[in-house]
C-alpha cells in the first residue's frame, strides 16, 4: 500500500490503482488537466447517476465542464449490445480517438459497460471508473472485468480491461436508496466471509445507514478485493474466492427473473447464496456449525427471503450448469473453512446442492412464520 499525498491512499489491484480518501475527485481533476483535453472527454452515466452525481463530480473536476454525458437507462438491459452499437456509433460521429478518455460515473451496470466500450472502440481508448453505488465502490470497478449481457445470459461477451484509476469518492451513496446500498453491503459481508473475520464483524455491527461510519469499512472492503484481485488478476484460481455465495446466487437471481415474484438484486441473491454455501460447507464438515449458525441468522435477518418450491430446483439446477464458472462439468464451490477463510474448487454433486436448495427453502418458512406478522 502507498499513500500519494494527504486525504488520498492509492491501493492497486491487478494493474491499476484505486484511490481512496477525501480529495479523490481533486486529484482526478488534476490528472485530467494535464493528460486529458476536454474535448475528448465522455462521461458515462445513467439518467439517475448523471443527475444525481454529475454535478458534484463537475464541482470537483471542472474540466469535465465542456465533456458530453453519455446517457443510458438505468438498469442490467443497458448492458446489451444494442446499447454499444449506439455509443460506439455516436463515439465515431464525434470523432472520437485513441487519446479519448470515457470516464464511467455510475454503478456497476455502468463500470461494466462503459470498460467493455472503451477496450474495444478502436481497439481500445483510456476510461477511469468513478462508482457511485455501493456495490460498484466495493466490487464492479475494480479488477478489470467489464461487459455486458447477451444471448439472454449475464455478462456472456466482455474482457479484462484494466481504468486507468478507480476514484472511490463515498459522498456519493448519500442519494442511494437502501435496498440499493444493502445489495452492496452483501458482497462487503462476502469479502469479509473469505478474506477477514475482523471486518466480517465490523460490517456486522455497523449501523449501515450512517456514511460515516461505512466510509472505514467500504475502504476495508475495497482493500480486500485489491488483494484478491493482486493474487490473481486472471482467475485462474484465487480470485475464485470471490465466487463464495455466487454459484448458487447467481441461480437464484436468474430464477427470480423468469418468475412472478420480484426479481432479486445481485446482492441479495449472493446473500442467499451465502446461506446455501455457508450450510454446504458445514455439511462437508469444512465449516463448524456455530459459525454456521451466526452466519445464517446474520444474512436471513438483513436481507427478505425468497420463496420457492420443490419443483423449482430442477430449473436452478438448470441454471447453474449454464453457469459459464461451471462449464467443466460438475459444479464446483467456493466455501469457508471457518470466518475469513475460504477454500476454491471444492466439487459437488446435484444431490448435494439440492440439500442446500431444501435447507434455505425451509429456513425462509420458518423464518416467515416467525417473523412476519401477516404470516
Ligand atoms: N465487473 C465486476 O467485477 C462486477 C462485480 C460485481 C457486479 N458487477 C455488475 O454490476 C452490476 C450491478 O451493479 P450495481 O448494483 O451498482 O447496479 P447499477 O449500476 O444498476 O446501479 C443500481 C441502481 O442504483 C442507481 N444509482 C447508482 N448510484 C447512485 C447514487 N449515487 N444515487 C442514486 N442512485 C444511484 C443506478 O441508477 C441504478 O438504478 C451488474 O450488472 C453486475 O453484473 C460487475
Ligand atoms: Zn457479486
Redesign the pocket.
Known amino acids: 500500500m502507498t499513500t500519494t499525498g494527504k486525504d488520498v491512499e492509492e491501493l492497486w489491484a491487478g494493474g491499476h490503482p484505486v484511490y481512496l480518501g477525501a480529495h479523490v475527485l481533486p486529484m482526478l481533476a488534476r490528472w485530467m488537466e494535464f493528460e486529458a483535453p476536454p474535448e475528448q472527454c465522455y462521461v458515462l ?5 448523471l ?3 454529475l454535478p458534484e463530480l463537475l464541482t470537483y473536476v471542472p474540466h469535465l465542464q465542456h465533456a458530453e454525458p453519455i446517457e443510458v437507462a ?3 438491459p ?2 446489451s449490445i444494442e446499447v454499444c452499437t449506439a455509443i460506439w456509433g455516436h463515439l465515431s460521429d464525434r470523432e472520437a480517438e485513441r487519446g479519448a478518455l470515457v470516464v464511467n460515473l ?8 462503459g ?1 467493455f466500450i472503451a477496450g474495444t472502440y478502436k481497439r481500445g481508448i483510456r476510461h477511469v471508473n468513478v ?6 465502490m466495493v ?9 455486458i ?1 447477451a444471448a439472454g445470459i ?2 456472456l461477451v ?1 474482457l479484462f480491461r484494466d481504468p486507468l484509476g478507480v476514484y472511490v469518492h463515498v459522498p ?6 437502501k435496498r ?1 446500498l444493502l ?2 453491503v452483501a ?1 462487503m459481508i462476502k469479502h469479509g466471509l473469505v478474506r477477514s473475520a475482523d471486518h466480517y464483524h465490523a460490517v456486522r455491527e455497523a449501523p449501515l445507514h450512517d456514511i460515516g461510519v461505512l466510509a472505514p469499512l467500504i475502504h476495508d472492503s475495497v482493500a480486500i478485493k485489491c488483494a484478491v484481485v493482486n493474487d490473481d488478476p486472471h482467475e485462474q484460481s484465487a480470485r475464485k474466492l ?1 465466487n463464495f455465495g455466487h454459484t448458487i446466487g447467481h441461480a437464484m437471481e436468474a430464477h427470480s427473473w423468469e418468475g412472478q415474484q420480484r426479481g432479486l ?3 441479495e441473491a449472493v446473500a442467499i447464496g451465502m446461506i446455501c454455501e455457508a450450510w454446504l460447507s458445514w455439511r462437508q464438515g469444512l465449516l463448524d456449525r456455530g459459525s454456521f449458525d451466526q452466519i445464517e441468522a446474520h444474512l436471513i435477518g438483513l436481507f427478505k427471503g425468497y420463496a420457492f418450491n420443490n419443483d423449482d430446483h430442477h430449473r436452478m439446477l438448470e441454471l447453474m450448469r449454464n453457469d459459464k464458472k461451471n462449464a467443466e462439468g460438475g459444479f464446483r464451490f467456493t466455501l469457508l473453512r471457518g470466518i475469513g477463510d475460504a477454500v476454491v474448487n471444492v466439487p459437488l454433486n446435484a444431490a448435494q446442492v439440492g440439500e442446500a436448495l431444501d435447507h434455505y427453502r425451509l429456513l425462509v418458512r420458518h423464518h416467515a412464520a416467525h417473523h412476519d406478522p401477516e404470516a
Open positions: 452515466g445513467d439518467s439517475t447517476t443527475r444525481q452525481c438505468p438498469g442490467e443497458s448492458k455510475g454503478g456497476g451496470v455502468v463500470s461494466d459497460l470498460g462508482p457511485t453505488s455501493l456495490m460498484g466490487d464492479a470497478s475494480i479488477g478489470g472485468k467489464t461487459g449481457d449475464k455478462n466482455g456519493f451513496l448519500r442519494t442511494l436508496g440499493e445489495n452492496g458482497e470471490l438484486l445481485h446482492g
